[in-house]
Each structure stands twice: as structure tokens, then as C-alpha cells.
């Protein structure tokens, strides 16, 4: 009993963690609304994680945020991610060069999390994506990290596609095709599918066994992208540094991963 009740606490403090990482600084009542845990008991997981420094209450506003012990957490995460370590260095170039957003990512389930971003002067961010989570079908690096499953896999892991924006893709026979194409051309796209107004291009990093375990894109505004236009040019930049990338972590390419066929 005493085990169960143990792990019911830590169950409640993560999620109480969990609804301030996803709405930010939140008062009580907020988080009680995204828990649903009764309020007596969200100021008493308050109470505890504040001693433990993993929350700071401001006492202007009366609102919870994490703590910066998380920064040390975070870094420590992110340096055991091989992908992050091959990727930060030609990600950060290529953001410079283009003057465009760049994004890693991986695949946990069914979304996507950013591993890095990097914001070229005409894709300005006040705010950074690293852990942040997305949805797989709605992204251009979501459709890179769906490349390696089957339609069925597809489908069992997404089996509702939500609908973000009018260009959304909403039926997996669409999704197929997109899919289908990262196979055929080594790139995916988005147009304003996850939120309007914005653009993406995407190409997938393998590893040394020519698994896709990551993927890379560059973003920014359709006006910035240019995708009408600069397409083929900026698809040909996402797939060099992937290859890189892949290449650093060990690709030696298709004819190295024979044995692994990927499926369409």
C-alpha cells in the first residue's frame, strides 16, 4: 500500500510539472483545471516541489514556474542524445547561412519532439522549441519520422489525424502520399498545415544501421521559404546537411543497409 501510494504521489507531482511545461506560469486554479486533481492537493505538490527548487513561485502574480534546476536536467538529456551532439554544429551553420529557422527532431510515439532549433535573422522566435512537442502529421519533420513505418503502423499509431489548419492532412490515404515521397525525393514539405502562414522543408538523419532516427528541416514564413520558388533549393540544403549528419552518426548509405529496407 505504502509503494502504491509512493508512486500515486509521483504520478500527481509529474503531472503537475507536466500542465506548467505545457500552459507555462500558471496559478493553482490553472492547474488544477488541466489535472483535475482537487486544489488542496495541488497546493501541497506546490508546496513540496517549491522546497526541492523544481518549482518558483512568483509572489507578485501568485503563478508557479519550473524551476532552473530543469536547465541542468535538460542539458544533461540533450548531451546524451547522439542525434543532438552531430546535429547542433550543422544546424547552427545552416540557421546562419539561410538566414532561416532550422529544427531537429525525434520521434516518441505518436508526436514529434525538438531536440534543437535555431533562428536565422528571417525567422525570429522569442521563444525556444527545444522539448517541445508537435504533431507527426501536420509537420514536414513528422512526415520524415512516419517514413519509416508501414501504412498499417501508420494508421495504428495516428489513428485520428487532427486538423490544425484548412491544409491540414486529415485521411491517411493523403498521408501515404506525402510519405510515400520522402522515400521518392528524400525531402517532405508543409505548408501552413499546423499553423498558418508558415513553411517548412524537411529531409530525415539515418543511423549507422539506415533506420530514420531523426529528421531536420528549415522553416520560417512563406514569404522568407519561398517555397513557389526555391523549393528544389532549399530541399537540396536540408538533404546535404541530413546526409552529414547521417554520415557522422555512422550511414554509410543504401547499399550499408540493405538489411534494413525501409517501408513505404
Known amino acids: ?55 518558483v513561485r512568483d509572489p507578485e502574480s501568485g503563478t508557479y514556474r519550473l524551476g532552473l534546476i530543469f536547465l541542468a536536467m535538460a542539458g ?4 546524451e542524445q547522439s542525434v543532438f551532439r552531430h546535429a547542433r554544429q550543422p544546424g547552427q551553420h545552416l540557421a546562419a547561412s539561410l538566414g532561416l529557422g532550422v529544427n531537429v527532431a525525434i520521434r516518441r510515439g505518436g508526436e514529434l519532439y525538438y531536440l534543437s ?11 525556444t522549441l527545444m522539448g517541445h512537442r508537435s504533431p507527426l502529421h501536420s509537420t514536414a519533420l513528422g512526415k520524415c519520422l512516419l ?36 522515400h521518392r525525393s528524400g525531402y517532405s514539405t ?4 499546423l499553423a498558418l502562414g508558415r513553411s517548412c522543408v524537411a529531409a530525415p538523419i539515418r543511423n549507422s544501421e ?32 541530413a546526409d552529414s549528419i547521417s554520415t557522422a552518426m555512422g550511414y554509410l548509405g543504401p547499399r550499408a543497409s540493405t538489411q534494413h529496407p525501409h517501408r513505404a
Open 76 to 79: 544533461a538529456a540533450l548531451n
Open 190 to 193: 508543409e505548408r501552413e498545415e
Open 147 to 182: 517514413a519509416e513505418l508501414s501504412g498499417d503502423e501508420r494508421r495504428a499509431l495516428l489513428p485520428d489525424l487532427e486538423p490544425f489548419t484548412v491544409h491540414t492532412i486529415v485521411d491517411h490515404e493523403r498521408l501515404d502520399e506525402a510519405v510515400a515521397s520522402v
Open 210 to 241: 539506415g533506420d530514420i532516427v531523426a529528421a531536420i528541416s528549415i522553416s520560417g514564413p512563406l514569404s522568407a521559404l519561398d517555397l513557389t520558388t526555391r523549393e528544389s533549393e532549399i530541399a537540396q540544403r536540408a538533404i546535404e546537411v
Open 1 to 55: 500500500m505504502a509503494a502504491d501510494g509512493a508512486n500515486q504521489g509521483l504520478e500527481r507531482a509529474a503531472s503537475v510539472l507536466d500542465a506548467i511545461t505545457r500552459c507555462g506560469p500558471s496559478r493553482v486554479a490553472d492547474i488544477v483545471t488541466e489535472t483535475g486533481l482537487g486544489q488542496s492537493t495541488v497546493s501541497r505538490l506546490l508546496t513540496s516541489l517549491e522546497m526541492l527548487d523544481y518549482v
Open 117 to 127: 532549433n535555431f533562428e536565422g535573422a528571417l525567422a525570429p522566435k522569442s521563444f
